[in-house]
């Protein structure tokens, strides 16, 4: 009898258009907003030509469907199925919700838990306040590292060289924007070094502001953050941060300590 044959093993062509498709779908955006094939080549950098093929094959697979007026993009049930099960299955999710939704209440604001998502930050926790309207933001909202109190608190966080590295890759991604930003990412770091946390105002919406730190997640000590946010106009931010920051720092430990025995990926 013959041995039973071992799957052939994926050609680099089927692994570049799985990586690529993957690179459209993560081009999505929370607020759910339609999107056409000429903005999803901006946000990728692909050509134009493999966009389309690319969209073409997730509509016809269920990954995106064709919003009204044919000519955009939404996520369709499969890719939606996806988030929700992950959301539901995400044992550091379920532990975390209660003790992120007491710290929004008790300082009436939206906290976020965030990763790294190339050069962004995914959030992958969320809560708002049920006392006050907050950021337009939610679960699965991604905001830029270099410009954002929880991107800057993210890189804090990561060890020397491995900072050093990302800021490295952020010189090259930014190009022109960089200076500018890198003495934003440089004061951040000095509130980080001297109060634990940092502090932005537009970094990411005008009149929205931001207090963030680094926290270690499970036994493998992945590295995220933690932020509390809020718009408002004209916000004095040494008083917020002030106000904000005991509670903040409070929660994270007891954050870590919550999800310290939790093996792999949140």
Known sequence: MNAPQAPAAPSTGSLQTVERGIQVLRAFRSDRSPVSNAELVRRTGLSKATVSRLTSTLVQ?????????????????AALGMGHAFVASSELLDRAA???QTLADRLGVSVALGVRDGLDMLYVAYRVSHHVATLRLGLGSVLPMASTAIGRAYLWGLAVPERQRLLGTLRRGLG???????AGIQSSFDELATTGTCAVLGGYQRDA???ALPVRVGRQQLPMALSCGKAAIGPNLAAERKRMAPVLMETAARFEALVADIDGQP
């Not at 697979?61 to 049930?77: M, N, P, S, V």
């Not at 022109?176 to 890198?182: A, F, G, I």
């Open 61 to 77: 697979l269920g990954y995106l469907r064709l919003a009204a007026g044919g000519r955009q993009f939404e996520l369709g049930a």
């Open 209 to 211: 502001y931001a207090v």
């Open 176 to 182: 022109p924007q960089w200076p500018r930003l890198e």
């Open 98 to 100: 209660p003790l992120l």
